[in-house]
T-cell receptor
Framework: GNSVTQMEGPVTLSEEAFLTINCTYT??????LFWYVQYPGEGLQLLLK?????DKGSNKGFEATYRKETTSFHLEKGSVQVSDSAVYFC???????????FGTGTSLTVIP | GAGVSQSPSNKVTEKGKDVELRCDPI?????LYWYRQSLGQGLEFLIY????????KSGLPSDRFSAERTGGSVSTLTIQRTQQEDSAVYLC???????????????FGPGTRLTVT
């Protein structure tokens, strides 16, 4: 079956620290991978995506590389800001349909 | 519309009552999804529609939950005889329907916060 596992939070970092949020997946086919972000009081929105192996998704200084050999899609940012405080969700969708599978979310708090 | 809208934004109900939650997707989006987000939990998939049909109802937690979509647009999620464990944020998302070039981004609504007392 399909599933996503992401690191448990909460994560607290100081401003300008390096961020990694781990995400691994299990899929029966060749999925597309996504990171969604939910800022406080707002709805989920797409942060970045990658549709095939070795693709790198990037947005707002965040990056994630689709690693088929390790079935991973870890989210990274070199220097976090207070405004990055949010809950981050890793997700996958098979390229044969419309079903999405989400991880449990990782809460990030960045302190000045 | 400009985005996915959901109503009501908040609903407080007594245990045993029925509730209806509404989702209005982005115009032209033929796929519509319902999720549940409980406190401290991730997103739990409930059901999705392609057009007016729901090919996957496997996520509905019990037979007290049902959903329909009419006219390929608005969807209603109904919870009968609500229980306290139904308290959660119910999220709706819509997307273009997959056409073989890869899954499309889901656009989420702001959610309905349901509290069962």
């Amino acid at each position: 079956g399909n599933s996503v596992t992401q690191m448990e939070g909460p994560v607290t970092l100081s401003e300008e620290a390096f961020l990694t949020i781990n995400c691994t997946y299990t899929a029966t086919g060749y999925p597309s991978l996504f990171w969604y972000v939910q800022y406080p009081g707002e709805g989920l929105q797409l942060l970045l995506k990658a549709t095939k192996a070795d693709d790198k998704g990037s947005n707002k200084g965040f990056e994630a590389t689709y690693r088929k050999e390790t079935t991973s899609f870890h989210l990274e940012k070199g220097s976090v800001q207070v405004s990055d405080s949010a809950v981050y969700f890793c997700a996958l969708s098979e390229n044969t349909g419309n079903q999405f599978y989400f991880g449990t979310g990782t809460s990030l708090t960045v302190i000045p | 519309g400009a985005g996915v809208s959901q109503s009501p934004s908040n609903k407080v109900t007594e245990k045993g009552k029925d509730v209806e939650l509404r989702c209005d997707p982005i115009s032209g989006h033929t796929a519509l999804y319902w999720y549940r987000q409980s406190l401290g939990q991730g997103l739990e998939f409930l059901i999705y529609f392609q057009g007016n049909s729901a090919p996957d109802k496997s996520g509905l937690p019990s037979d007290r939950f049902s959903a329909e979509r009419t006219g390929g647009s608005v969807s209603t999620l109904t919870i009968q005889r609500t229980q306290q464990e139904d308290s959660a944020v119910y999220l709706c998302a819509s997307s273009l329907f997959f056409t073989g070039t890869g899954p499309y981004e889901q656009y989420f609504g702001p959610g309905t916060r349901l509290t069962v007392t």
